[in-house]
């Protein structure tokens, strides 16, 4: 079962989205789950990641500041507000679970790609100049 994730659209620079991502539907253990991104051409990056045990969060540098990550456990749901928008956030956004922890490191410590899935279709974010 994948998670959903969706919120995406056209915005401004500057301006604000809020992506939501369903996983009441997920029903194996994992750590923690996650926002990943990828533009065209480009990797499919990391963004930001918030623990299912204690709620810790990360973010990768580009947007400490300017996303905010959140989960409401009552509808097992995981938000990523995320504002100042600019132009280099345009990416297809996916949200997928971590079902792999590496020996000594905590959920979301180190958000490699290959520790996290199903992904889903993911939801486009476009941000113009």
């Known amino acids: 079962v994948q998670l959903q994730a969706s919120g995406g659209g056209l915005v401004q620079a500057g301006g604000s989205l809020r992506l939501s991502c369903d996983a009441s539907?997920?029903?194996?253990?994992?750590?923690?789950i996650a926002w990943f991104r990828q533009a065209p051409g480009n990797e499919r990056e990391w963004v930001s990641c918030?623990?299912?045990?204690?709620?810790?969060?990360n973010y990768r540098d580009s947007v400490k500041g300017r996303f905010t990550i959140s989960s409401d456990s009552a509808k097992n749901t995981v938000h990523l507000q995320m504002n100042s928008l600019k132009p280099e956030d345009t990416a297809v956004y996916y949200c997928?679970?971590?079902?792999?922890?590496?020996?000594?490191?905590?959920?979301?410590?180190?958000?490699?790609?290959?520790?996290?899935?199903?992904w889903g279709q993911g939801t486009q974010v476009t941000v113009s100049s």
């Open positions: 997928a679970v971590q079902n792999r922890l590496r020996i000594g490191s905590l959920p979301c410590q180190f958000p490699l790609k290959v520790d996290f899935g199903p």
């Open positions: 539907r997920f029903t194996a253990d994992y750590y923690a």
């Open positions: 918030i623990s299912k045990g204690d709620g810790g969060t």
